[in-house]
């Protein structure tokens, strides 16, 4: 029966390997010639396999002494219950359970006083298999949408570009032209915050201090006098903004998350400032490079650096925060290559983007950025090395489900909760809020 086991392991998906087992384990032993566990023996687990996988992978556990029937068995990984779908003596066939973890496979034969108990030397390792879905929004069977609040089933968005969480994992979204979106963190409900006119016309970024009661909002124009910054507060319940700094052509802005120096663009001659929150002045820094560079400035959560996404020329700076001075150091460049829109992976300037822009990082500091005209998230280690995370590079469309096989279209905006292990992607192009989640 072991080999017989090992090659239907190797050969058969699960629902046929367990259906052949269960056939396996009634058909050969009448109840005359069932294998009893031996509560005065000890239960032996030799080993299990495969050691790693995700929901609902197939597992089988040799050993000895486990019996015959499978309603006096339990298996457990990390200590999370493992359904059992069959049982011969030398052996268990049972399913990975959801989000798992990685620690040690535990088998309990009997009940009570004889209940046996074996635990594995090795680790079983979970792997998350990360799915593509949609949270909100819909076009209807004329392909338009509008603006509408209310129930999150309900709601539709129009040009949905840049996302960002509060302390509480409520989402605020900045919708392109047309104001500020608010979705709850139990994911039930949007509404509309402000809309767009008297000045603030194009926002273009959202970032909150590291104590959330500033909202940052850059405003992308082209009047020496008009607002380049406002700033949102709990007081009016994030619906009421007032002017913070006055210049032009402001497309990106970010708060330092650990000291909240708060630093902006301007895309007209490409220079990069810090605002003096105690003279209430702009301070100039430097030049990024040539003029009419669109870019926009995301800190890492330790706030040591920053990324510099030049939007329009597909390429990404590095600059580190200076803590003795509170400035941005003189950028280097970190992936792609300047002016080149295209589509590769690759380490450093090799890899090719096509007009990124927002991204968000995981613990281990990498960065998933959107890739806009590439129609894919991309995946940016410290190191440089770059990967396509999610979508079909070149492909615009609109799909759900595994990876590679989703779709998006012009994604503009992406945050990551840690906690719930969910990415959210303001899919712009299918004027829908997407999720990215790891089951």
């Given amino acids: 029966m072991k080999k017989i086991l090992k090659t239907l392991h190797r050969s058969l998906p699960f629902a046929v390997l367990g259906s052949l087992l269960l056939a396996a384990c009634s058909k050969n032993k009448s109840p005359d010639t069932v294998v009893k566990f031996d509560p005065s023996r000890a239960v032996i687990l030799e080993r299990f396999t495969p050691d790693s996988g995700g929901v609902g992978s197939q597992m089988i556990i040799y050993g000895s002494n486990f019996g015959s029937e499978a309603g006096i068995v339990k298996v457990f990984i990390n200590d999370v219950p493992a359904p059992v779908v069959g049982v011969e003596n030398n052996a268990i066939f049972a399913l990975v359970p959801s989000q798992a973890g990685e620690g040690a496979v535990k088998v309990q034969v009997g009940a009570g006083t004889s209940m046996k108990e074996a635990l594995s030397k090795t680790n079983f390792r979970y792997v998350f298999n990360p799915v593509v879905g949609t ?178 020329q597909s390429y990404i700076l590095r600059t580190k925060y200076n803590r003795e001075s509170g400035i941005l150091d003189a950028p280097v460049h970190f992936v792609g290559g300047r002016g080149q829109h295209d589509y590769r992976d690759g380490v450093g300037a090799d890899a090719r983007l096509d007009h990124p822009q927002q991204g968000t990082f995981d613990k281990n500091n990498n960065f998933y950025l959107v890739d806009a005209k590439n129609h894919c998230i991309r995946k940016i280690t410290p190191e440089g090395v770059v990967s396509t995370f999610a979508g079909r590079p070149r492909e615009a469309g609109y799909a759900d489900g595994p990876l590679r096989k989703a779709q998006f279209n012009l994604p503009r905006g992406i945050v990551y909760d840690e906690s719930a292990g969910t990415f959210y992607v303001a899919d712009q192009g299918n004027h829908r809020i997407r999720t990215i989640s790891v089951e």
């Avoid at 406002?230 to 330092?256: C, E, H, M, Q, Y």
């Fill in 135 to 312: 949270l909100a929004g819909f076009t209807d069977k004329d392909g338009k949408t509008a603006i509408v609040d209310g129930d999150i089933k309900k709601a539709q968005f129009e040009e949905p570009y840049w996302l960002t969480f509060d302390q509480h994992k409520n989402l605020y979204l900045l919708e392109e032209y047309r104001g500020l979106r608010f979705i709850d963190s139990a994911r039930t409900a949007v509404k509309t915050l402000f809309r767009t006119g008297n000045g603030l016309d194009r926002p273009r970024t959202l970032a909150f201090n590291p104590t959330f009661d500033t909202l940052y909002v850059t405003n992308d124009q082209w009047d020496e006098r008009g607002i380049s910054t406002a700033v949102l507060t709990p007081a009016s319940g994030f619906t009421k903004w007032n002017s913070l700094i006055f210049s032009r052509t402001t497309n990106g802005g970010d708060a330092n998350p650990i000291t909240g120096d708060f630093f902006f663009n301007s895309y007209a001659k490409g220079e990069m400032f810090k605002w003096d929150r105690t003279n209430r002045s702009s301070r100039f820094m430097y030049r990024v490079d040539d003029v009419n560079w669109e870019f926009n400035i995301q800190f890492a959560p330790s706030g040591d650096f920053a990324y510099i996404v030049v939007v329009n």
